[in-house]
């Protein structure tokens, strides 16, 4: 059983994540280097940043982890 996400070159442990972003980040900047990535927002403020097949696998990891999978 994974204990780790792989998310935006980072080997996240499940247990930091407190939620992942259903939809990409939109925000209209033109120097926006986020555009279209998932947040996942981790405890203590920080946040990664994830491709949609990141956020996918770190969202079945944690299904996975909680024992719904």
């Not at 259903?22 to 403020?45: I, M, N, Q, T």
């Amino acid at each position: 059983m994974p204990i780790f996400a792989s998310i935006d070159d980072k080997h996240v442990p499940l247990y930091r994540i407190l939620w992942i972003s259903d939809l990409p980040h939109y925000c209209g900047s033109d120097e926006c280097e986020r555009e279209g990535w998932y947040e996942v927002k981790l405890d203590a403020g920080e946040s990664v940043w994830a491709s949609g097949e990141q956020r996918d696998a770190a969202l079945e990891a944690l299904e996975s982890w909680q024992g719904g999978r």
